[in-house]
């Protein structure tokens, strides 16, 4: 029996590889949409960023030219153009702004948040008043909103009024039940940009003072406080109390007083010579 063996011709023509390459899909004219968002205020940075105090002012502008806009809470300088003025709402809130146009439409949210707290410090370059031989004791300071993430540059705030509670050597004298509407409350004052680290910066110093707290001797330990509700405003609309801030004075037996408030102190020693801010 004849064996047969087989070879492989050298003119065998190889299987067409008919792998086909991934279609391409034509980007989505619409994936250019966006808003640009840019703070009036020039700190904090980034100027991009989308939390911002009340009453904060925005440029924004659609990259596909003009748009119609829409916003959920606050204001717009207009309803139609490439760019527009969005000034946020006076209170805390999340905002979404819309802008359609070119046949796409985008949107950015934004978190709206109120002044928390109030820091103040001694005034550069100040001193501390006092008469020598009189209990007394006063500071200049220069105010701070915070928090320090956002711009409060759009609002004014003002001091309210309430009563002085004493206690020990102030009981029974003219500084008792003191009334702080005649002493400052009620004044609305403007809020400058922010100093980083600190907050936003109000316009003008604070004036804290005791007077002259010769009710007689013997001098004994007692305290004075004032509890003081500060109040927030954007563009004299409802104001609205964001924090207490207690403006406090002590003596001792010696007569030696101290004054603090929100973090700014000074103390003055019955014998110290005259002095002022």
Not at 35 to 44: D, S
Not at 259 to 265: E, N
Request: hydrophobic share 35%.
């Amino acid at each position: 029996m004849t064996k047969w063996k087989t070879i492989a011709s050298s003119t065998t023509t190889p299987k067409e590889n008919k792998t086909r390459a991934p279609a391409s899909v034509a980007a989505s004219p619409c994936s250019a949409a966006t808003i640009t968002v840019e703070t009036f205020a020039l700190q904090p940075v980034p100027r991009t960023r989308t939390t911002v105090g009340v009453g904060e002012k925005i440029k924004l502008t659609y990259s596909l030219g003009n748009a119609t806009w829409t916003v959920s809470n606050g204001i717009l300088s207009s309803p139609n153009g490439q760019t527009v003025t969005f000034e946020a709402p006076d209170r805390a809130a999340s905002v979404i702004v819309k802008a359609t146009g070119g046949g796409c439409t985008c949107t950015v949210t934004f978190t709206v948040i109120e002044p928390a707290s109030v820091k103040m410090e001694r005034a550069p370059g100040t001193g501390i008043f006092h008469a020598n031989g009189i209990p007394s004791v006063g500071i200049k300071a220069e105010i701070f909103l915070e928090p320090d993430t956002v711009s409060f540059e759009f609002i004014e705030i003002s001091e309210d009024d309430c009563p002085g509670v004493v206690t020990g050597y102030f009981v029974g004298t003219t500084l008792d039940g003191i009334r702080h509407a005649a002493h400052g409350a009620g004044t609305w004052v403007r809020v400058g940009p922010l100093v980083a680290g600190k907050g936003s910066k109000i316009i003008g110093r604070d004036t804290a003072s005791s007077g002259h707290c010769n009710f007689g001797t013997p001098y004994s330990n007692g305290t004075f406080d004032w509890a003081i509700p500060w109040k927030f405003r954007v563009r004299s609309g409802a104001d609205k109390v964001f924090a207490t801030v207690h403006q406090r004075f002590t003596i001792n037996a010696a007569g030696d007083m101290t004054v603090s408030k929100a973090g700014a102190t000074g103390a003055a020693q019955l014998n110290d010579p005259n002095s002022t801010y």
